[in-house]
C-alpha cells in the first residue's frame, strides 16, 4: 500500500500589521510552523511517522489586491505557500525521510530488549 501523506500548516507567525503600497494590511505570515505525517497500511496495522519544522514565506511585496485575510486563510493555502517556499526537492526530501520511518517500523533493523525480560514474538506477517 502507498503512503499517504498529509500536512498541517495551520500554525503560523504574523506582523501584526504591514504597509504595503501605502495600504495597511493586518495580521500578514511570514512564518509557517509545519507537520508532515505518513500514514501507510501493513499486516493489518497503521503505521505512522511525522516531521516538523517551521518555513518562512515572503512578507514583501504583497500585492493588497490578492491579499489573503487572516480570518480567509485554510490549511490549504498555507500548505500550498509552504511547500512552494521550500521547492520540490525539499518536500520530496521530506517525504523520503518519512517513508524511512515507516519502513523502519514495518521492518525494524534494530529493536530494544531487556535483559531478563522474555523476548517479545515476531508479529505474523
Known amino acids: 500500500m502507498d503512503i499517504i501523506y498529509s500536512w498541517d500548516c495551520r500554525t ?7 504597509d504595503e503600497q ?15 505525517t505518513g500514514a501507510e497500511e501493513s499486516g493489518g496495522k497503521t503505521y505512522s511517522a511525522t516531521v516538523i519544522g517551521t518555513q518562512v514565506v515572503t512578507a514583501e511585496d504583497i500585492d493588497p489586491e490578492t491579499f489573503i485575510p487572516f480570518d480567509e486563510l485554510t490549511n490549504e493555502i498555507a500548505t500550498g505557500w509552504c511547500t512552494a517556499a521550500m521547492g520540490e526537492e525539499q518536500v520530496a526530501s521530506l ?16 529493536i530494544t530488549l531487556v535483559i531478563g ?6 508479529p505474523a506477517e
Open 12 to 18: 503560523v507567525d504574523c506582523y501584526p500589521t504591514k
Open 22 to 36: 501605502g495600504v495597511e494590511l493586518d495580521d500578514v505570515v511570514y512564518n509557517i510552523h509545519w507537520r508532515l
Open 95 to 110: 517525504e523520503t525521510s518519512v517513508a524511512n520511518q515507516i519502513a523502519g517500523q514495518i521492518n525494524p533493523t534494530s
Open 117 to 122: 525480560q522474555p523476548v517479545p514474538p515476531v
